[in-house]
């Protein structure tokens, strides 16, 4: 099946850029999402087809995804942005859903 | 705004079976794709499966087929069964909704927590 692979954990000061990738194989032909999960909280859309913005996610949240490797992008990080990162496909060889297994976002 | 809104026993004895239910209101359960994802303590997202309003189902392929999804159109729910618990299946239970295809999940539940114990 298909294996996605996040970076467990990612740090980044306030005001700085956080950048969380999520591997698998050619990634770039898949449409990826990415969700953003606080604790105690249910998972949030906050990118999905590799790019896209639901309303009321703010613009310092963006996405990108090529070859291998598809990105999450969060600028101008703020401490409300700590929190479980997940990306997400849709395997068509095993009809199935796929999710990384997700990066803790900390904010120093 | 759709709301989901999961509900189960939350305790479970090992070996027994396991059942959950998710209400979708302000909004129609038909055409859409209703998920089931659990989350283990301390651990990632795992799908469980989903159902189409027409009752079509599709499940992780990777899960024993202990799982059953069903849908009641006329109450706007869709429910979860799972037969032969243990102690792994202690988690966090979300309902989502979808629309098929590579669409992603733009509606949760808050999820329901579930333990395995005797």
């Known amino acids: 099946s298909y294996v996605l692979t996040q970076p467990p954990s990612v740090s980044v000061a306030p005001g700085m850029t956080a950048r969380i990738t999520c591997g698998g194989n050619?990634?770039?032909?898949?449409?990826v999402h990415w969700y953003q999960q606080r604790p105690g909280q249910a998972p949030v859309l906050v990118i999905y087809y590799d790019s896209d913005r639901p309303s009321g996610i703010p613009e310092r949240f963006s996405g990108s995804n090529s070859g291998n490797t598809a990105t999450l992008t969060i600028s101008r990080i703020e401490a409300g942005d700590e929190a479980d990162y997940y990306c997400q496909v849709w395997d068509t060889s095993s009809d199935s859903w796929v999710f990384g297994g997700g990066t803790k976002l900390t904010v120093l | 705004q759709v709301q989901l809104q999961e509900s189960g026993p939350g305790l479970v004895k090992p070996s027994e079976t396991l059942s959950l239910t998710c209400t979708v209101s302000?909004?129609?359960?038909?055409?859409?794709?209703w998920s089931w994802i659990r989350q283990s303590p301390g651990k990632g997202l795992e799908w469980i499966g989903y159902?189409?309003?027409?009752?079509?189902?599709n499940y992780n392929p990777s899960l024993k087929r202990r799982f059953a999804i069903s849908i009641d159109r006329s109450n706007n729910q869709f429910s979860l069964r799972l037969t032969s618990v243990t102690a792994a299946d202690t988690a966090v239970y979300y309902c989502?909704?979808?629309?098929?295809?590579?669409?992603?999940?733009?509606?949760w539940g808050q999820g329901t927590p579930v333990t395995v114990s005797s």
């Open positions: 302000n909004g129609s359960i038909s055409g859409f794709y």
């Open positions: 159902i189409y309003h027409s009752g079509i189902t």
């Open positions: 050619n990634i770039g032909s898949k449409s």
């Open positions: 989502a909704r979808g629309k098929g295809g590579s669409y992603p999940f733009d509606h």
